[in-house]
Antibody, heavy 117, light 106 residues
Framework: EVQLVESGGGLVQPGGSLRLSCAAS????????MTWIRQAPGKGLEWVAN????????YYVDSVKGRFTISRDNAKNSLFLQMNSLRAEDTAVYYC??????????WGQGTLVTVSS | EIVLTQSPATLSLSPGERATLSCRAS??????LAWYQHKPGQAPRLLIY???NRATGIPARFSGSGSGTDFTLTISSLEPEDFAVYYC????????FGGGTKLEIK
């Protein structure tokens, strides 16, 4: 059974940093692209970033470029999102998802990030 | 950027009824459209990909149709667990989500 479990969310002040993790199981992690998607309170879904199988290709939504870094550790079946210079508008539930060429077929339950003073 | 417009924003129906949700693209996206179901506090779930293909484990009461700019998700007979928010998403040109349709119990 495919499982994705996010962790690392919490309350952080504007300008602060947070590192999200996603533990994957039930599939061969190293053979899939992976993605982070977020949902701000009362809003719809927004793709944030993705990464290819060996980590050599990464893509970001414009609003997080230069502030967020997606990475992975295939030996540990883990996906990460390093978030720096956080802003109030980054407040959201962050989901990791398995990526089949922009079809996100399995998602985690999400981790809440709140940016507030 | 391709804009996806979902309608209606809210759909109120009773269990057993048929639900028809619409997604319109601002330009042709061929059949590169997916549908997701999202319940509060849960992981979103892929229902349909490439307009009409059911994802693994999705019941047959869910079906998708359309191509080009107009797409439909149909739930043939609503079960209590089907009440949720539904999003469409295109992957023809980069990728975008629609704004969602909330399917609520009447």
């Amino acid at each position: 059974e495919v499982q994705l479990v996010e962790s690392g969310g919490g309350l952080v002040q504007p300008g602060g940093s947070l590192r999200l993790s996603c533990a994957a199981s039930g599939f061969t992690f190293s053979t899939y692209w992976m993605t982070w998607i977020r949902q701000a309170p009362g809003k719809g879904l927004e793709w944030v970033a993705n990464i290819n199988q060996d980590g050599s290709e990464t893509y970001y939504v414009d609003s997080v470029k230069g502030r967020f870094t997606i990475s992975r550790d295939n030996a540990k079946n883990s996906l990460f999102l390093q978030m720096n210079s956080l802003r109030a508008e980054d407040t959201a539930v962050y989901y990791c998802a398995r990526d089949r060429l922009w079809i996100w077929d399995y998602w985690g339950q999400g981790t809440l990030v709140t940016v507030s003073s | 950027e391709i804009v996806l417009t979902q309608s209606p924003a809210t759909l109120s129906l009773s269990p057993g009824e048929r639900a028809t949700l619409s997604c319109r693209a601002s330009q042709s996206i061929s059949s590169y459209l997916a549908w997701y179901q999202h319940k509060p506090g849960q992981a979103p779930r892929l229902l349909i990909y490439d307009a009409s293909n059911r994802a693994t484990g999705i019941p047959a009461r869910f079906s998708g149709s359309g191509s080009g700019t107009d797409f439909t998700l149909t739930i043939s007979s609503l079960e209590p667990e089907d009440f949720a928010v539904y999003y469409c998403q295109q992957r023809s040109n980069w990728h975008t989500f629609g704004g969602g349709t909330k399917l609520e119990i009447k």
